[in-house]
């Protein structure tokens, strides 16, 4: 497919970007820790100019180091030593004619006291974000104007490395944000106040800059269309802020929304439909004349293209588009739109972030790592020698790929009539439809890359051997863990329910095990039957990120379930089941039709010591053969065992 609108030329300011493609400002934590654009950072912003995009933003990048320290590893641009590698990171954007903007960032109250050497944090006023939990201080009128002098020598510095303009992040909740919005600025002093006083903040930051970096220097605001809370910025405020913004002499306005307190329409999770706030950016546009940024949860390019066509925007934000696959935009160019990984909404690589880790995506592997584990860094030494890759699943596709890549002859068999494996079985609750098109990308990315892929054959040793391989990767899967209860063989495995044809309707229905696959089935169950979902620990959900985990049992205790943790199963029996309190060992009954399990997977190893007295070392286990994770540890594990092998 073409598309003449995404691949149009388009200005902002005095400068022509290729194209409508911008990748939007999102934390990655690759800087050194000294705050310097190193080169691992410098990889993985090259690799996605190179990827297609017109302009990227950079990360959330600091000017104050005393209390504006947003993520362990920031990018800062706090004093002139930063200037050299700043510079060797605009070199290697703008060598593929892609613009780079610095995004200067103070998160005010909505960063913890830890980040920032157990100072207490700052804000317009003493108002509390209820995500991180400490009252912060109002800066005072002298600490604001200081505040306003460190974003300016912020933009000084990316100016003179090179740096093609700024964004002043005035959304989500951070301090400018906090300035702006009603539901944080109660100063009664020049920064406060009226809708002016509010403004002040970001007015003398925007013109501080224009005074020392020259009015042709480029100014972008990121604002917040709504802050989605009683007393934030409302829509009607977003618009009149824009109209003030543009009033003011910037360059453009990124729309985006919402604060920590609002929750997760900062980051939408998989449950959030995509361009399901477009009409915040395109009311904005209507007001103004300068051009608009949006994000807006943007997966495929022909969505990307009919925003553009609608006149709702003037260049698309694909943020985490980017980071699940970097060529998103020279893809969509070739019109391989099916090879292009789309982002799923798990909300794994915020986890990660949250966890002071570099950034991760459960789709690609090589996020956050672009330095040790790129294309470029795979040893191609394969020469055509025979590989075989047993199971279809997320981690043997990725295996598969990744060794032919390598230049592998590589042979992929799977038992089913279908590639997937359980990832099949993920897509079926409500909201999990990207993990389809994820398995439909593979299976293209496989067969663009030249693999045999062998469906509907059982591999074992005999089937192997005759391959003519000479090293086996085993991603047979997990099998669902039975525990040794009584009636126990009752009891049916998620995998098997999400299989059926139709979901059961009109039954008792207690899940064991709360955690991803539990809460999922639950959720699934759960509109046509009554649900309980029985979890030994004292929290459900696993590591899924806490707005998922939030929304699943929502949907759970709204139709009418319930979510029992700190319980285990002791007995099934007929119409009920018997659980026992793991701190009192109290007994008590739950009616059940059905007793459905999710209590994971042990690995799945047929043929194993057969496979073994064959191959030797050259047997290798992956994905939940060696064990058992979700998706995101299936791919890494069959990407890195094949990039070493």
Not at 548 to 554: R, T
């Amino acid at each position: 497919m073409s598309y003449e609108r995404l691949f149009e030329p388009g200005m902002i300011g005095n400068f022509e970007l290729k194209n409508r493609i911008v990748m939007p400002a999102m934390g990655c934590s690759l800087a050194e820790s000294t705050g310097e654009a190193g080169a691992r950072m410098i990889k993985y912003y090259a690799d996605r100019a190179r990827g297609g995009a017109g302009l990227i933003i950079t990360e959330i990048t600091r000017v104050d180091d005393e209390t504006g320290v947003g993520t362990p590893n920031q990018l800062s641009v706090t004093n002139t030593h930063m200037i050299a590698q700043l510079s060797r990171l605009a070199e290697a954007v703008h060598a593929y004619d892609t613009k780079i903007f610095v995004q200067l960032h103070h998160p005010g109250n909505q960063t913890p006291s830890r980040l920032i050497g157990g100072k207490q944090p700052v804000s317009a006023s003493d108002v509390t974000c209820k995500v991180i939990g400490e009252q912060p201080r109002a800066l005072t009128t002298e600490e604001v104007e200081a505040m306003v002098r460190k974003f300016v020598t912020g933009a000084v510095i990316a100016q003179k490395a090179g740096i093609d303009g700024v964004e002043i992040h005035a959304a989500h909740g951070y301090l400018v944000s906090q300035f702006l919005s009603p539901h944080t600025n109660k100063r009664t002093d020049k920064y406060g106040g009226s809708f002016e006083g509010r403004m002040r903040f970001v007015t003398e930051i925007i013109m501080g800059i224009k005074a020392y970096c020259g009015p042709k220097f480029p100014i972008s605001v990121r604002m917040n269309g709504s802050d989605y809370l009683p007393d934030g910025i409302t829509q009607e405020d977003g618009i009149a802020q824009a109209k003030y913004l543009e009033a003011l002499g910037i360059s453009c306005i990124n729309v985006s929304c919402g604060t920590y307190d609002s929750g997760a329409t900062i980051i939408e999770p998989s449950y959030f439909a995509e361009g399901w706030k477009i009409d915040l950016a395109a009311q904005i546009r209507k007001a103004v004349k300068i051009p608009v940024i949006a994000v807006c949860n943007v997966k495929h390019p022909a969505f990307a293209e009919k925003m553009l066509e609608d006149g709702a925007v003037d260049f698309v934000g694909i943020a985490r588009g980017h980071l699940a696959d970097p060529d998103w935009g020279k893809k969509a160019k070739a019109g391989k739109d099916i090879l292009i990984r789309k982002c799923l909404g798990c909300m794994e690589c915020f986890r990660i972030l949250n966890d002071g880790l570099p950034l991760g995506c459960t789709l690609n592997p090589v996020l956050g790592r672009e330095f040790e584990y790129g294309d470029e860094k795979l040893v191609k030494n394969g020469a055509g020698r025979t590989v075989a890759v047993i199971g279809g699943g997320p981690a043997g596709m990725e295996a598969a790929l990744t060794l032919a890549k390598r230049g592998f002859n590589t042979i992929l068999i799977e038992q089913e009539d279908k590639l997937g494996g359980t990832a099949n079985l993920a897509a079926i609750p409500p909201n999990k439809g990207m993990i389809t098109e994820f398995v439909e990308t593979m299976q293209a990315q496989l067969a663009e890359a030249g693999v045999d892929v062998r469906l509907g054959v059982k591999a074992d040793a005999a089937v192997v051997r005759a391959t003519g391989a000479e090293a086996v990767f085993l991603a047979a899967g997990g099998k669902p863990v039975m525990p040794a209860i009584p009636g126990i063989e009752n009891a049916v495995t998620a995998e098997e329910i999400l299989g059926r044809v139709a979901p059961p309707e009109g039954q008792n229905i207690v899940i064991i095990g709360g955690g991803v696959t539990g809460l999922e089935t639950a959720e699934y169950l759960a509109a046509k039957n009554k649900v309980a979902v029985v979890e030994m620990l004292d929290k459900v959900g696993g590591n899924l990120y806490p707005s998922v985990v939030m929304h699943l049992a929502q949907e759970i205790l709204k139709s009418g379930g319930s979510i029992l943790k700190g319980k285990r199963l002791t007995a099934v029996e007929d119409g009920a089941v018997t659980i026992a309190d793991t701190k009192t060992g109290a007994e008590s009954s739950i009616p059940a039709d059905l007793v459905v399990l999710a209590m994971g997977v042990r690995p799945d190893r047929p043929d194993l010591e057969a496979l073994r007295e064959e191959y030797g070392d050259k047997l290798i286990l992956v994905g939940d053969s060696c064990k058992p994770g979700q998706i995101y540890d299936a791919l890494h594990s069959g990407h890195d065992k094949a990039f070493v092998y």
